[in-house]
């Protein structure tokens, strides 16, 4: 684009009309928690959840605390379904944090799954249990 003249500092932009006073915004029905598709699929998940939680009652990660959250190694953000079991691990909710808080460090140790990554549901929690048994032995070795 082309100006016929150049840009010139003036005066400050200025409102025309005053701002209006805020009156709440008339809603007629609350604003949903969930979708009907995402309530559809917790309805699918909290069952699965619960039996997942009453079967690894203990963290899979520091095998310490009681497991309390569900986490999906393949994130739901990247579209994980999460009514799969096999995309499920039990975790206690500090372990839960540090996987995302320390997304390298869960990578390598298998609690986070890059998107890149093909292997199987399975076979990713084999090598994540794999991981947590020889941490373990670490532990009591030292
Ligand atoms: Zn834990």
Not at 24 to 45: D, F, G, M
């Amino acid at each position: 684009m082309k100006r016929s003249a150049p840009l010139r500092r003036g005066k400050p932009l200025e409102r025309y009309t005053p701002l209006q006073g805020g009156a709440p915004l008339a809603r007629k029905t609350p604003l949903k928690y969930r979708s009907a598709k995402q309530e559809a699929a917790y309805r699918v998940r909290r069952p699965l959840v619960a039996a997942l939680l009453a079967e690894h009652p203990v963290c899979e990660r520091c095998r310490r605390a009681r497991s309390v959250e569900v986490h999906e190694p393949r994130m739901r953000s990247r579209g994980v379904d999460i009514c799969d079991p096999a995309e499920c691990v039990a975790l206690c909710h500090p372990c839960h944090r540090w996987t995302h808080d320390h997304p390298a460090k869960a990578t390598t140790e298998g609690w986070l799954i890059p998107s890149h990554d093909t292997t199987t549901p399975a076979r990713a929690a084999a090598e994540r249990r794999a991981s947590a048994a020889w941490r373990e032995q670490a532990q009591e070795a030292s």
